[in-house]
């Protein structure tokens, strides 16, 4: 539903943000509608910026986090530690824990429904005012929604159940026994649904703008001086930043978010011309997993698709290969460690990184399969060795029999998607089609893709190994056959 007060919003936005002191907005930016192209608001800019310009400066007083918000001090015994053994800032798995004190994802949880629903009373509220009330993230699609996906990986990574036993057990019951700190005097409260919902708002708005806080006066590492690191290990907080979040972002980018000891500033990488707008970067993240925490795609990120193949596939597969006894099978399988099996494989390009600009150079190849992938084939295929040396007799067969499961296994995995590239393509050309039909076939066109690039890979070195195994002896297949 549109807004009619979007665009007074963004200037009452801009006006709050010059207030803080130390906050600086170039003159030469502005905040842009970009809903016509299913951006929602945007920074361009409005005449030609130089390299090294520096474009706002966010005070970190502006920042909303444990910090700066009054919740924390109002309800001390809930904020007594920042909570970093929980430091991934993910929700707990499966919700249970009911005490101690909240995680960081919680924690800015609770913080940003504490600041809704003060209303006018937050000295946030026009920032507030601009964050979206309605979102593209997979959280909010429906079952039939989902189902367009088809056999993506990323399906499976969404959490709903899990955030719901997350809000339920730790963000509900601080609510309910606080009501006279999160409610102003004569207000109403909020029915636990009406909560919940308000809840998956404000955790959609956290996944998709807030920012893991660092510091960039802290000692460098030299290793990674050359490399663009996104969500920093044992960030020591989270939090809502201001203006940073109006930026949309890409995997070639243009501006960058520089962390400082009082503020936080937003860098022109390269010259940017008027009218382009301002890019930040949220890191190599394929499709899938740019739909699932920001809800949208872009053709550029389609080099960082991944997708990823179960050990069980692999296992039916190498099953079926071999030809094995149940017994012989059954002994060499439950000699695995299962603390040291890994249940899936991502599969991956190896998509290069961007440059000191923001760009990238040449094109993402796909040029490895799953390196954890081979060890844990060749683990199983070494125990079957132990029971029947016949089998496997030396390296080479042992890399043929490798080789030729993983192909068949990623063919099979391939075919678990319904629709072909091609039926995609014609799809994508039809007038009936929706924003999320259309973004859904992209995640699954790249992972389609992905997979027959990995396909076409197993299958030429596995012609190599073969070629290799003829010039020494029968190949494996034929011997089988003869067995």
Same mark, same amino acid.
Request: proline share 5%; no cysteine; charged share 30%.
């Given at each position: 539903?549109?807004?009619?007060?979007?665009?007074?919003?963004?200037?009452?936005?801009?006006?709050?943000?010059? &207030?803080?002191?130390?906050?600086?907005?170039?003159?030469?930016?502005?905040?842009?509608?970009?809903?016509?192209?299913?951006?929602?608001?945007?920074?361009?800019?409005?005449?030609?910026?130089?390299?090294?310009?520096?474009?706002?400066?966010?005070?970190?007083?502006?920042?909303?986090?444990?910090?700066?918000?009054?919740?924390?001090?109002?309800?001390?015994?809930?904020?007594?530690?920042?909570?970093? %053994?929980?430091?991934?800032? +993910?929700?707990?798995?499966?919700?249970?824990?009911?005490? #101690?004190?909240?995680?960081? /994802?919680?924690?800015?949880?609770?913080?940003?429904?504490?600041?809704?629903?003060?209303?006018?009373?937050?000295?946030?509220?026009?920032?507030?005012?601009?964050?979206?009330?309605?979102?593209?993230?997979?959280?909010?699609?429906?079952?039939?929604?989902?189902?367009?996906?088809?056999?993506?990986?990323?399906?499976?990574?969404?959490?709903?159940?899990?955030?719901?036993?997350?809000?339920?057990?730790?963000?509900?019951?601080?609510?309910?026994?606080?009501?006279?700190?999160?409610?102003?005097?004569?207000?109403?409260?909020?029915?636990?649904?009406?909560?919940?919902?308000?809840?998956?708002?404000?955790?959609?708005?956290?996944?998709?703008?807030?920012?893991?806080? %660092?510091?960039?006066?802290?000692?460098?590492?030299?290793?990674?001086?050359?490399? /663009?690191?996104?969500?920093?290990? #044992?960030?020591?907080?989270? #939090?809502?930043?201001?203006? &940073?979040?109006?930026?949309?972002?890409?995997?070639?980018?243009? *501006?960058?978010?520089?962390?400082?000891?009082?503020? @936080?500033?937003?860098?022109?990488?390269?010259?940017?011309?008027?009218?382009?707008?301002?890019?930040?970067?949220? =890191?190599?993240?394929?499709?899938?997993?740019?739909?699932?925490?920001?809800?949208?795609?872009?053709?550029?990120? &389609?080099?960082?698709?991944?997708?990823?193949?179960? /050990?069980?596939?692999?296992?039916?597969?190498?099953? +079926?290969?071999?030809?094995?006894?149940?017994? $012989? /099978?059954?002994?060499?399988?439950?000699?695995?460690?299962?603390?040291?099996?890994?249940? *899936?494989?991502?599969?991956?390009?190896?998509?290069? %990184?961007?440059? *000191?600009?923001?760009?990238?150079? =040449?094109?993402?190849?796909?040029?490895?399969?799953?390196?954890?992938?081979?060890?844990?084939?060749?683990? @199983?295929?070494?125990?079957?060795?132990?029971?029947?040396?016949?089998?496997?007799?030396?390296?080479?067969?042992?890399?043929?029999?490798?080789?030729?499961?993983?192909?068949?296994?990623?063919?099979?995995?391939?075919?678990?998607?319904?629709?072909?590239?091609?039926?995609?393509?014609?799809?994508?050309?039809?007038?009936?089609?929706?924003? !999320?039909?259309?973004?859904?076939?992209?995640? !699954?066109?790249?992972?389609?893709?992905?997979?027959? %690039?990995?396909?076409?890979?197993?299958?030429?070195?596995?012609?190599?190994?073969?070629?290799?195994? =003829?010039?020494?002896?029968?190949?494996?297949?034929?011997?089988?056959? $003869?067995?």
């Amino acid at each position: 539903m549109a807004d009619p007060g979007f665009d007074s919003k963004s200037v009452s936005f801009l006006d709050w943000f010059k &207030a803080w002191p130390g906050a600086t907005f170039h003159p030469n930016i502005e905040i842009r509608d970009l809903r016509a192209k299913g951006a929602g608001r945007g920074i361009v800019a409005a005449s030609n910026i130089p390299e090294d310009t520096v474009l706002f400066t966010i005070p970190r007083a502006a920042i909303i986090n444990t910090q700066t918000s009054d919740l924390p001090r109002r309800i001390p015994e809930v904020f007594e530690t920042t909570g970093l %053994e929980d430091a991934d800032n +993910e929700a707990d798995e499966d919700g249970s824990e009911t005490s #101690g004190p909240p995680d960081n /994802w919680s924690s800015l949880i609770l913080i940003m429904i504490y600041e809704y629903l003060q209303g006018s009373n937050s000295r946030w509220r026009p920032y507030l005012d601009v964050l979206p009330d309605q979102f593209e993230t997979l959280m909010w699609w429906s079952d039939q929604q989902l189902a367009e996906l088809q056999a993506s990986s990323i399906v499976s990574k969404i959490g709903k159940d899990e955030a719901d036993d997350m809000f339920r057990a730790k963000v509900l019951p601080v609510i309910a026994e606080h009501a006279d700190v999160f409610y102003p005097e004569g207000s109403a409260k909020l029915s636990d649904d009406q909560l919940m919902t308000l809840a998956h708002r404000m955790g959609s708005t956290i996944m998709a703008y807030a920012f893991d806080l %660092e510091n960039d006066d802290e000692e460098a590492d030299p290793e990674n001086d050359d490399e /663009w690191v996104e969500d920093k290990e #044992g960030a020591l907080m989270m #939090g809502m930043v201001p203006m &940073a979040d109006i930026l949309n972002a890409d995997a070639e980018f243009n *501006a960058h978010v520089n962390h400082g000891e009082d503020s @936080l500033t937003v860098t022109a990488l390269r010259p940017i011309p008027a009218g382009e707008e301002i890019l930040n970067y949220y =890191g190599p993240l394929g499709n899938g997993e740019l739909l699932r925490r920001y809800g949208y795609v872009t053709d550029r990120h &389609a080099r960082h698709d991944v997708t990823e193949i179960s /050990w069980d596939l692999i296992l039916s597969v190498l099953k +079926e290969k071999l030809i094995l006894d149940e017994e $012989t /099978w059954g002994k060499a399988v439950n000699e695995l460690d299962l603390e040291e099996i890994e249940d *899936a494989f991502v599969i991956e390009r190896d998509s290069g %990184e961007p440059n *000191a600009q923001g760009e990238f150079v =040449g094109e993402a190849a796909f040029k490895e399969l799953p390196s954890d992938l081979i060890e844990q084939i060749h683990t @199983l295929l070494k125990e079957i060795r132990k029971l029947s040396p016949a089998t496997i007799p030396d390296k080479t067969i042992r890399d043929e029999i490798t080789l030729s499961a993983v192909h068949r296994a990623l063919e099979l995995r391939l075919a678990q998607y319904p629709t072909n590239q091609m039926t995609d393509l014609a799809l994508l050309s039809g007038d009936n089609i929706s924003d !999320r039909q259309k973004k859904a076939i992209a995640v !699954r066109w790249g992972e389609k893709g992905l997979l027959q %690039e990995a396909v076409d890979f197993a299958q030429e070195k596995l012609l190599k190994v073969q070629s290799k195994a =003829g010039q020494e002896s029968e190949p494996y297949a034929k011997r089988q056959r $003869t067995r």
